[in-house]
């Protein structure tokens, strides 16, 4: 049953060393059974802020809350949260039933109950029947759910991950990327999720928090923050983006009319407001924004428009980008090549029109500052 008390508060949360503030003041509530992600760069105290959820660090100043009860005070062992890491420290001396049953025995459960428990979780993670198993017969992934079926054996309320993929291969992270989110829906429980990685906090969150340096710069959903970036933080580490420094001419309502230093005129639009004529600002657009065609006319109707020269084609399936070149101020661009398979054909060398919806620019003041769409 879902309850008005968020399984976890954080409360102007702060932590200082020495004289560098590692967390500045982060508040966010986690409803229940929310998979809550925190994205951002190495060294924005990503992970410093989950050692203090699992009490493993004490904050400076603030207050955290699980369950509507503070637990500042209460030591990591009797904290209802439990923690899977990178290296997901297995032992490799036990054998798998006995290492995810390795909690229930600090806590004194009895024998027969660990058993019962130990066999449910299994089956709940996939893995019914191997309790016998020794670690070393199991691949990464395998590892990974014996990892989640340890901490969930223990009811937690909150499940932290702490970069939980970064050890596996590419191919076995993107099916884990969905095996998690389908394990969190199954338990129910609330996972509070570190990574750097932008694709896996996208596929899997229901809410997302960008952290860059100790703060974070906004919290939303996936398509909150890939399609109404606040920050030109959020705009350039979620998603990938080509980017211009421009000088805004003019502006009309809210659309702008800026010029980069090699005359590329660009339009744009003041979506939050408070730009103004003569503000140096950084310009965002999308690589799939832009649309490609072979003929003037068919981008003649979008605001920004030009024509390149394919520089390069990097092919890599559903993923395949064009990086072009703008005639006319030199400009390099990235373009997601269509679906359609139409531009196939395309080489280095070709000269194809390209162009894009003003209100597909995103503009924000050089600083970094909340300007933008």
Not at 64 to 73: E, M, R, T
Not at 183 to 192: G, P
Not at 262 to 278: I, P, S, Y
Not at 346 to 357: P, V
Request: hydrophobic fraction near 40%.
């Amino acid at each position: 049953m879902l309850t008005d008390v968020p399984d976890l508060q954080c409360r102007s949360i702060s932590k200082s060393f020495a004289d560098f503030n590692a967390v500045k003041d982060v508040s966010f509530d986690v409803p229940q059974g929310t998979f809550f992600s925190i994205l951002g760069p190495s060294g924005c105290g990503k992970t410093t802020l989950l050692r203090m959820i699992a009490g493993f660090q004490k904050p400076t100043s603030g207050d955290l809350l699980i369950k509507g009860k503070s637990v500042i005070d209460v030591p990591p062992n009797k904290r209802p949260v439990s923690m899977v890491f990178q290296h997901l420290a297995l032992f490799p001396m036990m054998n798998i039933g006995t290492n995810v049953g390795f909690g229930l025995r600090q806590r004194g459960v009895n024998r027969s109950d660990i058993e019962k428990q130990v066999k449910r979780v299994l089956e709940r993670v996939g893995l019914a029947g191997v309790a016998e198993r020794p670690i070393s017969s199991l691949s990464g992934g395998q590892k990974q759910r014996v990892a989640i079926a340890r901490c969930m054996v223990l009811e937690p309320d909150v499940l932290l991950l702490d970069e939980p993929l970064g050890a596996l291969d590419l191919k076995l992270r993107e099916h884990m990327k969905i095996e998690l989110k389908q394990l969190q829906s199954e338990f129910n429980t609330t996972f509070v999720y570190i990574t750097h990685d932008q694709s896996e906090a996208l596929v899997m969150s229901d809410k997302i928090a960008v952290m860059n340096n100790g703060e974070f710069e906004q919290t939303g959903t996936a398509k909150e923050l890939y399609y109404e970036p606040k920050t030109a933080f959020v705009a350039g580490f979620v998603g990938e983006a080509n980017r211009f420094a421009a000088t805004i001419k003019s502006k009309s309502a809210d659309a702008l009319e800026m010029a980069t230093a090699q005359g590329q005129v660009l339009h744009g639009t003041d979506a939050v407001g408070g730009l103004k004529v003569g503000d140096t600002v950084n310009v965002f657009v999308r690589p799939e924004a832009v649309r490609l065609s072979r003929k003037a006319e068919g981008v003649s109707g979008l605001s920004n428009a030009g024509q390149g020269k394919v520089e390069n084609v990097l092919f890599n399936g559903a993923n395949s980008q064009l990086i072009l070149r703008d005639e006319l101020t030199g400009a390099e661009m990235s373009v997601a090549l269509p679906q359609t398979g139409e531009f196939r054909d395309l080489s280095r060398g070709n000269l194809i029109h390209f162009g894009w919806e003003y209100l597909q620019t995103r503009v924000y003041t050089a600083t970094g500052g909340p300007h933008g769409h």
